[in-house]
């Protein structure tokens, strides 16, 4: 059974770093591009950064490039979203992805508040 | 950036109704490799998008055939074809194509 399980998530303060993980189960974790997508509270998806397979291409959307750095270890199995300067527009539910979006984890929540 | 515009944003159905809704991009997203990376999601209340529809036409594994998927270039178009309940949620279109990946906006389907 496939499996994506995030972890990291909590409460932060404006300006405060968090990092985050994801541990996939049940398939070649190290065959996959991977993503994080994020989803503020009544909102929609928002893609942020994907990663190869093979770490040799990383991407980010503009509202996070330069604070945010995607990561993986594939001798881990593991996917990580290494999030800095946060800001309370930051705050959303973080998913992670796979396999053309055809896996995802149930997400990991970080609120950013004072 | 590619921009995914879905319309309408609220859709409100019958049971048994069949209904579309439509995933414009701002670009083509045929890629040059042949392939048209246009995906279709599900998301159910409280729980992670689905992947329903890929490559534009694709049906996932496990997914119901009353859901398909169709379009090229700069213009998709997902119907489903007699509406159940269990299909009640937002549906999203997203493309892979262009990096970064976008997200259409959104289309809630609700119950009349």
């Known amino acids: 059974e496939v499996q994506l399980v995030e972890s990291g998530g909590g409460l932060v303060q404006p300006g405060s770093s968090l990092k985050l993980s994801c541990v996939a189960s049940?398939?070649?974790?190290?065959?996959?591009?991977m993503h994080w997508i994020r989803q503020a509270p009544k909102k929609g998806l928002e893609w942020i950064a994907l990663i190869y397979y093979d770490s040799s291409n990383k991407y980010y959307a503009d509202s996070v490039k330069g604070r945010f750095t995607i990561s993986r270890d594939n001798s881990k199995n593991t996917l990580y979203l290494e999030m800095n300067s946060l800001r309370s527009e930051d705050t959303a539910m973080y998913y992670c992805?796979?396999?053309?979006?055809?896996?995802w984890g149930q997400g990991t929540l970080v609120t950013v508040s004072s | 950036d590619v921009v995914l515009t879905q319309t309408p944003p609220t859709l409100s159905a019958t049971i048994g109704q069949s209904v579309s809704i439509s995933c414009r991009s701002s670009q083509s997203l045929l890629h040059s490799n042949g392939n048209t990376y246009l995906n279709w999601l599900l998301q159910r209340p409280g729980q992670p998008p689905q992947l329903l529809i890929y490559?534009?036409?694709r049906l996932e594994s496990g997914v119901p055939n009353r859901f398909s998927g169709s379009g090229s270039g700069t213009d998709f178009t997902l119907k489903i074809s007699g509406v159940e309940a269990e299909d009640l949620g937002v549906y999203y279109c997203?493309?892979?194509?262009?990096?970064?990946?976008?997200f259409g906006g959104g289309t809630k389907l609700e119950l009349k």
């Open positions: 992805a796979s396999r053309g979006f055809a896996y």
């Open positions: 049940g398939f070649t974790f190290s065959s996959y591009n």
């Open positions: 997203v493309q892979s194509t262009h990096a970064p990946r976008t």
């Open positions: 490559l534009v036409s």
